[in-house]
Every structure is written in C-alpha cells, then in structure tokens.
C-alpha cells in the first residue's frame, strides 16, 4: 500500500501566488522526497529532506517536515505557468523500496 | 548523456501476449526499478534490482517477470498480459552509495492490454 498521500489532489493558482501542498505517511523515514511530472513525462527528483532535518530550501521550493505528525508540505514561492505540473511524495525508509503517493496537480493560471 | 532510457514508449497488446519493456541507463547506477503509474494512484513499485543478479519484488510483482544481468539493463516481462495491466509503466534508477536513493527516471512507456 502507498506509504505518502498528498493533499489537496489539485490546486489551481494565479501566476505569482504561492502554492502549497501537503503530504502525510504512516511509518518511519530515512528521508522523504518531493518530485514533479510534467504532462506525458517521467518524474524529476526536487528536494529531499533527511528524518533529522525540519525545514530545507532550494530555489522557489520550501520543504518543512514534522516526523512527530508524520506530514511534509512543499510551497512553491511565486509561481510560474512552467510550474503546472503533478507533485509527489516519496518516503524512503532505507528498505531500496521508495514509496508514492497520488500526487497534487497544479494549475498556474496566467 | 541518455540517462535512463525505456523502450517501447507505446505498446497495445492482446490478452495473453507476452511482451518486454526495456530499460537501460548509462550512469552506473547500481539501483534500478520499475514502478507502473495508474489514474489517481500514484506510482507503485513492480520489482527492483540492487546490482546485477539480485532482484526482489516491490508491491504488486505478480504477472511480471525481470532479470538482471548487467549493471546497464534491467528488462520488463509481461509473461501473459491482461487488461488489468494497461499502465504507464516507469523505469528508474539511482546511485544507492549516495546514502539515499534518489531516482532518476525514463520517459515511459505507455501500454495498452485489449
């Protein structure tokens, strides 16, 4: 069964508004990653957080996470009509066997 | 610089055809799998590969096969497909001594079981 589910299952945007996106899982993490898919495209690795880190950076992207609720959100500063995309979680509880969850769809409206 | 790359990206098949999906990566990734990408439920991991001659079954292993022989390819086996297994089906691969296993991905390959 899938280990991460995100929340909400879409979100529509205006263009320079931020996006944020939630994603819960049930048992213990080594890390947890984020990635996104483009229409008809495999996914791309985002940003990875570590089960001792509680907040990283990259870019536009803003990863927190809380081991004691067991929930990451990703927020997405300034949004861009290149960012509509589906974002997933990913748990990696260093069993080789990386875990996704439904995905957020994303619209950014111009 | 290919990465990971899978063939065929569109395949329709018949109840009961058997098929192989290809995928090789010229990174040297120790690490490779296969998940299939279903409407509304996310990726879920088929089997993977930990170096050449190890495989192990993922979450939903049964009807396929694979094999791996060489650190480069790690082939797909529909043995008798059914429609159940019309999917976007996704090969990947990482470099597990990074401490994480942090994937990189194929484009894909979409098939159909009528």
């Known amino acids: 069964s899938q280990q991460g589910e995100e929340d909400p299952q879409a979100l529509s945007i205006q263009e320079g508004e931020n996006a944020t996106m939630n994603c819960s899982y049930k048992t213990s993490i080594n890390n947890l990653q984020w990635y996104r898919q483009n229409s008809g495209r495999g996914l791309v690795h985002l940003i990875l957080i570590r089960s001792n880190e509680r907040e990283k950076h990259s870019g536009r992207l803003r990863v927190t996470l809380d081991t004691s609720k067991k929930s990451s959100s990703l927020l997405i500063t300034a949004s861009r009509a290149a960012d509509t995309a589906s974002y997933f979680c990913?748990?990696?509880?260093?069993?080789?066997?990386?875990?996704f969850g439904a995905g957020t769809t994303v619209t950014v409206r111009a | 610089n290919a990465g990971v790359t899978q063939t065929p990206k569109f395949q329709v098949l018949k109840t009961g055809q058997s098929m192989t999906l290809q995928c090789a990566q010229d990174?040297?990734?120790?690490?490779m799998s296969w998940y299939r990408q279903d409407p509304g439920m996310g990726l879920r991991l088929i089997h993977y590969s930990v170096g050449a001659g190890i495989t192990d079954q993922g979450e939903v292993p049964n009807g396929y096969n694979v094999s791996r022989s060489t650190t480069e390819d790690f082939p797909l086996r529909l043995l008798s497909a059914a429609p159940s297994q019309t999917s976007v089906y996704f090969c990947?691969?990482?470099?597990w001594g990074s401490g994480a296993n942090v994937l990189t991905f194929g484009a894909g390959s979409r098939l159909t079981v009528l």
């Open positions: 990174m040297n990734h120790e690490y």
């Open positions: 990947a691969s990482s470099y």
């Open positions: 990913a748990t990696d509880a260093g069993d080789y066997k990386l875990s």
